[in-house]
């Protein structure tokens, strides 16, 4: 399995302006023609919060064009290139074709899937579409973050590459399915806490939705 590049994007922080703060954030991106990959993130990609951004299980955000195209048609919106402040965008590829687990190679790097991505108001705000983030929650289009097993650059021409799944039940549209309702889906969210590569920040959350019964989107992903 291989999926091309169609842009590689890394973002400097800035300031937006809400109704009642000020908002410091490096959401919006430039596109690249390569960048580096550590195993704490993406070389000059600033991480403003670093309790929900970055980190080992978040070195790398993907967002496929595939969910770009299904949301432009869906709901009859325009979205702009990194309109989720992806660090890259992939061709030929949706939520539902990533397995939790799930290594890749690209470029000079090895990659690792660790979690769905988990998207707050920001979204909305930068791109000016109300509701935009709730959109994709409730249609698990979230995109997905990946920890680095070999670090090194990855150009715009380079593939991703499928070298390992190790896991073909759990999707990470439908671990959003699960994170979104984990009541309906309470068994296969316990045996998600189960699986090693599903990053632990992630199953914090899963498990806490879990036990005070919390179905539907978050406070922090209304807008």
Known sequence: MRFEIKNLFVGKSK??????RVLNSAYEKEAQNEIHVSKFGVKNDEQVDKK????VDRAVC????????FLEEKFDIKLKEC????????????DSDIYIGDIF???ETLLEVSQPRVPCFVISKVTG???LTKTLVQECKTGFLLRTIKEGNISKSDNFNLEKRVNTKYSIEF????????IKYEKEVLELLKIDSLAQDYKDSLKSRLERKIV??????KM
């Open 216 to 221: 539907g989107i978050e406070e922090f992903q």
């Open 83 to 94: 309109s989720f402040g992806e660090n890259i965008t992939l061709e030929n590829c949706s």
């Open 15 to 20: 300031e937006y302006k809400l109704s009642n």
């Open 62 to 69: 993907i967002y496929s064009q595939g969910s770009y195209d």
């Open 175 to 182: 671990i959003s399915k699960c994170y979104l309702n984990p």
């Open 105 to 107: 190679s690209c470029g």
């Open 52 to 55: 929900n951004h970055g980190g």
């Open 129 to 131: 579409i109300k509701n």
